[in-house]
Structures are given as C-alpha cells and as structure tokens.
C-alpha cells in the first residue's frame, strides 16, 4: 500500500534498495512520514523519481556513509510520522527500528527463524496459512524508540533512540493518561486527523 506515489511504477514499492559507505540494504517502512518533502527542500536528502515518503528514511541512512546503530538512530529522530522500520544489510543482519507503529515480532527457536508483521492478528492468520503456528514460539519484546539488530546466529543487540513527542495546538500525542482521553477528546481528535 502506497501512502505517497503511484504503485504502479515499481520504484515507489517496498522494499527499497539503498547503499550506506560498503554496505547494501534492503528498507522497508511502516507508517507515514511527513516531513519528506522538508527534508529534500532542507538539502538533507537528494530529490528523486521516487515519490513514496518512506524513501526519505532510505536516504538518510545512506547520507551517513554507514549502515550502524549511530546511522540508524540518526534516520528515526529526523524523520517526522509514524513508524516502524526494517533494514535487511547484505551481511544478513536485520535491523528493526520501532517508532510508534504497531510491531509483533516472534522468534522460533526451533527453526532457528524470526518473523514480525505489523499486528498480533495478522501475525496469526499468516502463520496458520504457511503451518508455521503448529511450532513453540516466543514473544520479542520491542517498545518505542528501540533499535534491534538480529544477526544471522540470531543473536539480538540492542539500541535505542528518543521518540519525539509531536505536540499541536490540541496538544501532545503522548498526553493521555487513561481511556477517558478519548472519549473526551473525540471531537479534538477528528479535527486534528481530518
């Protein structure tokens, strides 16, 4: 599903191929940025053909000549929306980079495999369609502002990233303490999305 660009031409689809120093990787994005047009307007990124916002995230890791938790961590607190990105290099190391988007990630040992979508429930109904829910499997802990590497032994190295807390006339995103918020601020809260 494309956010920005047309689907019909390939360049606009995930996953996109980027080069960071001598390393290649593949990105791939979940979420919305919305800050990519300020980003190529600020000189941070080049302009492209490419019309997808995710893209913008793919040229800033490679503006940093390096594929690395540093080049990584550069790329979350500059983009601007929401998000959960995945960066497979060509050492097969896969890197995962949790903003506020949604992400389940379960590891099965047995199979010496990882696999991670966007929710639980998708999760589940993929699992089942490809017989991989008949094996044991172990819940990945991820929260926001994490940045995970699983390498190709599996063995998981963490980093980490401060969120930004996206604040507006309505106030913040992140100023809610209970359920009640919602349905005190409903109207608020449409305005703002709308």
Request: hydrophobic share 30%.
């Given at each position: 599903?494309?956010?920005?660009?047309?689907?019909?031409?390939?360049?606009?689809?995930?996953?996109?191929?980027?080069?960071?120093?001598?390393?290649?990787?593949?990105?791939?994005?979940?979420?919305?940025?919305?800050?990519?047009?300020?980003?190529?307007?600020?000189?941070?990124?080049?302009?492209?053909?490419?019309?997808?916002?995710?893209?913008?995230?793919?040229?800033?890791?490679?503006?940093?000549?390096?594929?690395?938790?540093?080049?990584?961590?550069?790329?979350?607190?500059?983009?601007?929306?929401?998000?959960?990105?995945?960066?497979?290099?060509?050492?097969?190391?896969?890197?995962?980079?949790?903003?506020?988007?949604?992400?389940?990630?379960?590891?099965?040992?047995?199979?010496?495999?990882?696999?991670?979508?966007?929710?639980?429930?998708?999760?589940?109904?993929a699992l089942k369609q490809v017989g991989l829910h008949k094996f044991a499997s172990e819940k990945g802990d991820t929260v926001e502002g994490d940045i995970l590497r699983i390498d190709k032994n599996g063995e998981i190295t963490r980093s980490?990233?401060?969120?930004?807390?996206?604040?507006?006339?309505?106030?913040?995103?992140?100023?809610?303490?209970?359920?009640?918020?919602?349905?005190?601020?409903?109207?608020?809260?449409?305005?703002?999305?709308?």
């Open positions: 599903m494309t956010t920005q660009g047309d689907g019909k031409f390939n360049y606009n689809n995930h996953p996109f191929a980027g080069i960071a120093g001598d390393t290649s990787f593949s990105f791939a994005h979940n979420g919305v940025l919305w800050n990519d047009k300020e980003l190529r307007k600020d000189k941070l990124i080049p302009d492209t053909h490419i019309e997808t916002d995710s893209y913008a995230a793919c040229q800033l890791i490679e503006s940093q000549q390096k594929l690395d938790f540093d080049s990584l961590k550069y790329m979350a607190v500059t983009v601007e929306g929401s998000f959960t990105f995945s960066v497979l290099d060509e050492h097969n190391n896969l890197y995962i980079i949790k903003g506020s988007n949604p992400m389940c990630l379960l590891h099965f040992p047995v199979l010496g495999l990882y696999v991670y979508s966007s929710t639980e429930s998708i999760m589940k109904k980490g990233f401060q969120p930004k807390i996206y604040r507006s006339k309505y106030g913040s995103w992140y100023d809610y303490d209970d359920s009640s918020y919602y349905s005190m601020h409903e109207e608020i809260l449409l305005a703002y999305c709308g």
